[in-house]
């Protein structure tokens, strides 16, 4: 098969590759639509040591089953692979799973191929009226669906009267606008420097947005979800949090310094870090989509797997408007 393998530091290169093997509680999936991750981009970068090269990448994905009873059938990917036993999967918090996986880190190759083997309890089925494209953004949405369920249960007030702001305009950050939008929250900012990525938010609905290059953010904020994780925004977020108000951080940018711990203990902030979804918020999410509860979702850039080389280029580059770019392995888009 044709996949699209991370091969050294800024390199990605389209290969022949063999067909992935099932294991015995896996399916084999034709790819239709797969995202790139701002995850893909920081191993293209040489930042992810879990993720050496020679690997192939990407975890954002839908497509069909191939073969066995499944054959036929649409499906959207939880890439997060769990075992079901531990003390974390039992309570219904397998994202923290002891020994979780992921599809595009090792030992499991990644989606940006024309095959992928999972676990069939992995799958949650498309309708027939929802486009690959539109289903593969799943993966990226549960993670503001997951960070949203969290915010709500640690917040000290109904999200319905909280003042909210979302850091990054990428498909963490706007994903996150949207289900808080899904969620009723009162009313919703959207930091994102880019400005078609500024038009595209705030075209979603009721979604407010600004430049923080030029423009301060809003103060008083109830709630912040950093979708970007960068000393800046974490600085930025938490100096924008009202006294009691709670930080949700999604994104892996750094790992330096930017929250202000002083001001976190003073003021009782609450700073959450969090990771992925577990099943439950991917099957939530994917049945939102369906339902069409976060828009339309027509927001990605759709390009041939083999574009994927430049893609890469273009996003370091910053030469991608779209929040998402979404490859697909077949010859036109689904």
């Known amino acids: 098969m044709k996949a699209l393998v991370y091969t050294g530091v800024r390199e990605v290169e389209l290969r022949d590759v063999p067909d992935p093997a099932p294991m015995h509680d896996e399916v084999l999936v034709r790819v239709e639509a797969v995202g790139i991750c701002g995850s893909d981009m920081h191993a293209w970068s040489g930042h992810d040591d879990r993720r050496p090269a020679p690997l192939v990448l990407g975890h954002e994905a839908a497509g069909t089953v191939v073969g066995g009873p499944m054959a036929g059938r649409r499906v959207t990917i939880n890439p997060l692979v769990t075992c079901g036993r531990c003390a974390a999967c039992i309570s ?8 979780r996986q992921i599809i595009s880190m090792p030992p499991r ?9 999972i676990p069939e309890r992995n799958l949650v089925t498309v309708p ?10 799943a993966e990226p949405l549960a993670c503001g669906w997951h960070a949203v369920r969290l915010a709500e249960r640690v917040l000290d007030m109904p999200l319905a009267s909280a003042r909210c702001l979302v850091i990054g305009g990428g498909a963490i950050g706007l994903g996150a606008a949207l289900v808080l939008q899904s969620f009723g929250a009162a009313e919703i900012w959207l930091s994102e420097p880019s400005e078609e990525r500024r038009r595209i938010a705030g075209s979603q609905g009721c ?7 030029s423009q301060a953010a809003p103060s008083d904020i109830d709630l912040v979800i950093d979708g970007v994780g960068f000393g800046a925004t974490r600085s930025a977020g938490s100096a924008a949090l009202r006294p009691g108000g709670v930080y949700m951080h999604i994104g892996l940018g750094d790992a330096g310094p930017g929250l202000d711990i002083r001001r976190t203990t003073l003021q009782e902030l609450a700073f959450i870090g969090t990771y992925t979804y577990t099943a439950q918020d991917f099957r939530e999410t994917a049945q939102a989509i369906f339902d069409g509860r976060l828009g339309r979702l027509d927001w990605a850039e759709v390009l041939p797997l083999a574009d994927g080389v430049g893609a890469f280029r273009r996003i370091a580059d910053g030469k991608v408007a779209a929040p998402k770019v979404t490859l697909v392995p077949l010859a036109s888009p689904a």
């Open 92 to 99: 219904g918090r397998d994202n923290l799973c002891t020994t």
């Open 109 to 117: 190759e990644g989606a940006f191929a024309e095959l992928l083997a």
């Open 128 to 137: 027939d009226d929802v486009s690959m494209t539109v289903a593969s953004l």
């Open 207 to 213: 979604i407010q947005t600004f430049d923080p290059s």
